[in-house]
C-alpha cells in the first residue's frame, strides 16, 4: 500500500479552499522560528530586519499551510511555485532580519552557493522528487535542505562586506544560471519526468507536459530577476563604500 503523501490525497478543484494544512507541529515550528530568530538577534538587527523577519515567516507559512500544499500534490507547477515563494521570497526576507557578519573569507558565501545548488537540483530530479510523495520525512529533507540552504545563501549575498563584492556577485550569477538552467530543461522537455504527476494534472485542465513546463517557467524567470536585484544591490553597496574612502 502506497503512502498517502504529507499534504495529503491530490485535491479536486472544487475542494482546494477547503485544503488547508493545520498541522499542529508544523504551526508549533514555525512559530517557535520566528520567535527564537528575533530573541537571538536581540539588540543586532534594527526595527526595519525585525519585520522582514516575521514578514519572512509568514511568508513561508503562507506556502506551507494555505492549500497551496495540496495543490502541490497533484501540480509540479504548484510545488515549484511553493519552492520559489520559500526561496526566493521568504529566505531573503529572513536572511536580510538575520545580523550582518564580516567575513574575511569568500568560502561561506561560496559553500552557501553549493549547498542551495545541490538542494535545487536534487530535489527536482524525478527519483529524490518521486520519493517526496511517498514518505513524509524524505518530504521534510527536501524542505529543510532547500529552504534552509536558501536562507543560508541569501544571508551571504545581503550582508557579505564590500571587500567581498566580487565573490557575491560571482554566487549570484552562477546561481541564477543553474536556476534558469534547471528551469530551461524542465520546460523545454517534450515528455513529463514526473510520473506522480501523470495522472493528476487532468482535473485543473493541464498535460502532464504543459504543468511540467509551466513550473519550469516560474523557475526561470524569477530567480533571475531577483538575482540580478541582488547584483545590482551589491555594486551600489561597493560604490558607497568606495565614495566614503574618497571623502575621508
Given amino acids: 500500500m502506497i503512502a498517502l503523501p504529507y499534504c495529503g490525497a491530490a485535491p479536486l478543484p472544487g475542494e482546494l479552499l477547503t485544503r488547508f494544512n ?3 507541529v508544523l504551526i508549533a515550528a514555525l512559530v517557535a522560528a520566528v520567535c527564537l530568530q528575533v530573541w537571538w538577534t536581540g539588540g543586532t538587527t534594527t526595527r526595519r530586519q525585525k519585520m522582514a523577519s516575521v514578514m519572512g515567516w509568514l511568508v513561508a507559512s503562507a506556502a506551507l499551510i494555505s492549500p497551496l500544499c495540496a495543490l502541490s500534490v ?3 507547477s504548484a510545488r515549484v511555485a511553493q519552492h520559489m515563494t520559500l526561496v526566493l521570497i521568504a529566505a531573503p526576507l529572513i536572511a536580510f532580519g538575520m545580523a550582518g557578519r564580516q567575513s574575511r573569507s569568500g568560502w561561506p558565501l561560496g559553500l552557501a552557493a553549493l549547498a542551495f545548488f545541490a538542494a535545487l537540483w536534487f530535489w527536482h530530479m524525478p527519483w529524490p522528487y518521486e520519493a517526496t510523495s511517498t514518505s513524509v520525512s524524505v518530504y521534510w529533507c527536501m524542505h529543510v535542505s532547500l529552504f534552509g540552504s536558501a536562507v543560508w545563501l541569501w544571508r ?3 550582508h557579505h562586506p564590500s571587500t567581498r563584492t566580487v565573490e557575491a556577485l560571482l554566487a549570484g550569477a552562477l546561481t541564477s544560471i543553474q536556476m534558469g538552467l534547471l528551469g530551461a530543461m524542465l ?3 517534450d515528455h513529463g519526468l514526473f510520473s506522480w504527476h501523470l495522472t493528476r494534472t487532468w482535473p485543473f485542465g493541464l ?3 504543459e504543468d ?3 513550473g519550469g517557467v516560474i523557475m526561470w524567470v524569477p530567480g533571475i530577476a531577483l538575482f540580478l ?3 545590482v544591490r551589491s555594486l551600489a553597496r561597493l560604490w558607497s563604500s568606495l565614495e566614503g574612502a574618497r571623502t575621508v
Fill in 156 to 158: 551571504e549575498l545581503l
Fill in 74 to 76: 497533484a501540480l509540479f
Fill in 187 to 189: 520546460s523545454l522537455a
Fill in 207 to 209: 498535460t502532464p507536459l
Fill in 229 to 231: 536585484w541582488v547584483a
Fill in 212 to 214: 511540467q513546463q509551466l
Fill in 22 to 24: 493545520l498541522d499542529p
